[in-house]
């Protein structure tokens, strides 16, 4: 590290640990002259030494390992952005991609979905995994709150419950563009055992999995349209968006919204 990375990184650390609320984890806020947790509450969450992590934060702690930085990280409450930037100023590279099945979403991203009245939306993590919907896609594709949590996974749901197959207008264009677009997003958050585990139970499911599988193709999910045979409604056609979630790499959201004006009066049926 030069001069000035450890003088950057020690000034960041004590940013990020001045903006804390001593409280909120515990300690006392009495006799403290400056905000914010003390540096040996800081070492004392990250279990390091009070004395080197205070020559860090003084800029002559010598280069810390990526070990060290993340019980730093988890220990000051670091958001992923936050970490990433610890590790530019100390090695000039984001941190190792270390994939962390998410258990939920905020109040807030629920709400924002909820306000897509007409529009199906979704939010699945890196394994496609369907963690949030709103009543316009459980109108729609398929009420996710009726199955079990397992099997709210789009390559389960894709390739392995016949309603949901019979539902797309092209399935094996469909279903070939879902592996593909499954792959890259898997891969670039570093989930490489979790897609293997789930790749092997598909492939046993799923002769057509595996034959998808099997070509390697990769795909991005940005945009594109898709068409729906509803039971009630008939053919919804649906233009979809994807989305990363700010702050949350291992979340994309995605937004369908109907093509046409008779497109829109489908969905209005449908949620009524």
């Given at each position: 590290m030069s001069d000035q990375s450890v003088q950057l990184l020690g000034a960041y650390l004590k940013d990020c640990r001045a903006r804390l609320d001593p409280a909120s984890f515990g300690f006392s806020n009495a006799r403290r002259r400056t905000p914010g947790l003390r540096r040996e509450e800081?070492?004392?969450?990250?279990?390091?030494s009070p004395t080197w992590y205070t020559w860090l934060e003084q800029g002559r702690g010598g280069a810390p390992s990526s070990e060290v930085l993340n019980r730093i990280a988890q220990g000051l409450l670091m958001t992923e952005p936050e970490r990433e930037h610890l590790f530019m100023l100390a090695f000039g590279h984001p941190p190792e991609v270390v994939y962390r099945a998410p258990?939920?979403?905020?109040?807030?991203?629920?709400?924002?979905?909820d306000t897509l009245t007409f529009s199906p939306a979704i939010v699945k993590t890196a394994t496609w995994d369907v963690l949030a919907w709103n009543r316009a896609a459980a109108v729609v594709f398929t009420d996710y709150s009726l199955l079990p949590v397992e099997e709210r996974n789009i390559?389960?749901?894709?390739?392995?419950?016949a309603g949901v197959r019979e539902r797309q207008d092209d399935w094996e264009a469909m279903a070939r563009f879902v592996v593909g677009a499954f792959r890259a997003d898997a891969i670039r958050a570093g989930a490489a055992s979790e897609v293997s585990k789930l790749a092997d139970e598909l492939?046993?499911?799923s002769p057509e999995?595996?034959?998808?599988?099997?070509?390697n193709d990769v795909r991005v999910?940005?945009?594109?349209?898709?068409?729906?045979?509803?039971?009630?409604q008939g053919v919804i056609a649906l233009e979809f968006s994807g989305f990363a979630v700010?702050?949350?790499?291992?979340?994309?959201?995605?937004?369908?919204?109907p093509v046409t004006a008779e497109?829109?009066?489908r969905v209005r049926a449908l949620v009524g």
């Amino acid at each position: 590290m030069s001069d000035q990375s450890v003088q950057l990184l020690g000034a960041y650390l004590k940013d990020c640990r001045a903006r804390l609320d001593p409280a909120s984890f515990g300690f006392s806020n009495a006799r403290r002259r400056t905000p914010g947790l003390r540096r040996e509450e800081v070492a004392q969450r990250a279990n390091i030494s009070p004395t080197w992590y205070t020559w860090l934060e003084q800029g002559r702690g010598g280069a810390p390992s990526s070990e060290v930085l993340n019980r730093i990280a988890q220990g000051l409450l670091m958001t992923e952005p936050e970490r990433e930037h610890l590790f530019m100023l100390a090695f000039g590279h984001p941190p190792e991609v270390v994939y962390r099945a998410p258990a939920g979403v905020t109040p807030r991203l629920q709400r924002l979905l909820d306000t897509l009245t007409f529009s199906p939306a979704i939010v699945k993590t890196a394994t496609w995994d369907v963690l949030a919907w709103n009543r316009a896609a459980a109108v729609v594709f398929t009420d996710y709150s009726l199955l079990p949590v397992e099997e709210r996974n789009i390559l389960r749901l894709m390739f392995c419950r016949a309603g949901v197959r019979e539902r797309q207008d092209d399935w094996e264009a469909m279903a070939r563009f879902v592996v593909g677009a499954f792959r890259a997003d898997a891969i670039r958050a570093g989930a490489a055992s979790e897609v293997s585990k789930l790749a092997d139970e598909l492939c046993l499911r799923s002769p057509e999995f595996a034959t998808f599988w099997r070509d390697n193709d990769v795909r991005v999910h940005g945009e594109g349209t898709k068409r729906i045979h509803h039971p009630t409604q008939g053919v919804i056609a649906l233009e979809f968006s994807g989305f990363a979630v700010d702050g949350r790499p291992d979340l994309g959201m995605i937004i369908y919204n109907p093509v046409t004006a008779e497109d829109v009066q489908r969905v209005r049926a449908l949620v009524g």
